[in-house]
């Protein structure tokens, strides 16, 4: 008897807001494999938008053609969701995420991304309305809660009466912001209110905390991985068993370049692009461990030859 053949796991890269950038993910296509599709991180739903206007210039289908993208939408106002979802369905996406996990103050306060989690009903009123207005697929990116983890058990039963592509949990409350550790016990108890299989988002860093996961759900069929990947643009294709290059320096080096002149090209004012590279860099340092002091060099640069001089330290370390 054939064995059935175990199904690859389905890998998004998480919307990391002014990081997993067009500029970041067509450099990561080109040079990675593993990502089935990314998550964009937010707009702002807008009541009458351009879908050619500079509000949606990240999402310009010319500028993402290497990966598959879903764009998503931080909003309350059910209109702005619905006519911004319109927009991005004329630039040609087929789904847009709504965002319920926005931890920030300034963001909550105004009941928007976890900000709705305390609140069920808001949260089936505006799904009613939307997924009577909606012409593409929707799917959810949320927390357990706001403020508490039990929030989510009042919501998965509003869930499940919509036609969601996806539901994709990140085991934590807004309160933690991305501190602490995530709650997989409250993940499991979500899970068993769902109609649906989750998708999980949470410090999946390296095989062994994929592996962790999978064992305790092995229902869930999508992860999404944010910080992990941008640490290590390699993880996707390690956790698929994919084949890595023979020599992972000079891949590295080469998506470093892509990212670099691109944002050199995309951004204007020297500070500005040295500022992203050094953003990246606070992620990415962690595949040079050996390299402290090239990445001490990186962070005090202030012009791009000082700058091109400190990568060059770390890459130089990393190949010995
Ligand atoms: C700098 C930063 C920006 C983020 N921006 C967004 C965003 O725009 N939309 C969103 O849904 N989540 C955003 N997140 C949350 C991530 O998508 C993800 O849920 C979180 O980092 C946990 O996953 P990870 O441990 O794999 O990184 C952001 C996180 C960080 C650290």
Redesign the pocket.
Known sequence: MNEAPIARPVISL??????TTRVFRNAFARRFGGVDYAVA??VMSVPTPDPRGDHFKELFPEYNARMPLVP?ILSNDVAGFVETAAALGELGYGEVNW?L??PYPMVTRKRRGAGLLPHPDAVRAFLDEACGGLRIALSI?LRLGLDAPDEILRLMPVLNDYPLRAVIL?PRVGAQM?EGSVDLDAFAEAAGLSSRDLAY????VDPGSYEAVRARFPAVREF?????VVSDPFLPARIKGLRLPDDPTATLEAFHDDVYFGYREALSGRKHALDKMKELWSYLGASFPRAENGLKEIRKSTSFETYEAAVRTVLSVAAQ
């Open positions: 998480a919307p990391l807001q002014g990081v991180p937010y998503q965002n996990g926005c990116k990140h991305y988002n949470g410090d999946i999404m991985l944010g910080r992990g």
